[in-house]
């Protein structure tokens, strides 16, 4: 089975999990959501298509690539969400 992925996604979850302390930024779900979307907002799709598990020698070379670009749109996203948290408001529209 084929699957197409964007590879850049999986390595903002992983930085998220890794340095989210040192964001400062509250970690429910919605705003952990909030973190990562705007973060890749800010970064460029990285799309390949794979099957099960075989993405992950791309993964380490991207990673090597964008590490600091990953870790500065974190950076940023951060400063957006804890600037505005809106656990009231569910709606993601009026910012995206
Ligand atoms: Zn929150």
């Known amino acids: 089975m084929y ?9 903002v979850q992983k930085y998220y999990e890794k340095i989210n302390d040192e964001l400062g930024v509250c970690k429910c ?5 909030d973190v990562m979307a705007l973060a ?3 970064l460029p799709p990285r799309y390949c298509v794979t099957e099960d598990g ?14 600091v670009d990953i870790i500065a749109a974190l950076a940023a996203a951060a400063y957006v ?10 709606d993601c529209s009026d910012e995206m």
Not at 29 to 33: F, N, P, S, V
Not at 81 to 90: M, S, Y
């Open 54 to 67: 075989k993405m992950f020698v791309k993964l380490k070379e991207l990673e090597i690539q964008f590490e």
């Open 29 to 33: 779900e919605k705003c952990k959501a």
């Open 40 to 42: 890749l907002n800010r």
């Open 81 to 90: 969400v804890k600037n505005n948290v809106r656990h009231e408001e569910r």
């Open 3 to 11: 699957v197409i992925k964007n590879l850049m996604e999986e390595l």
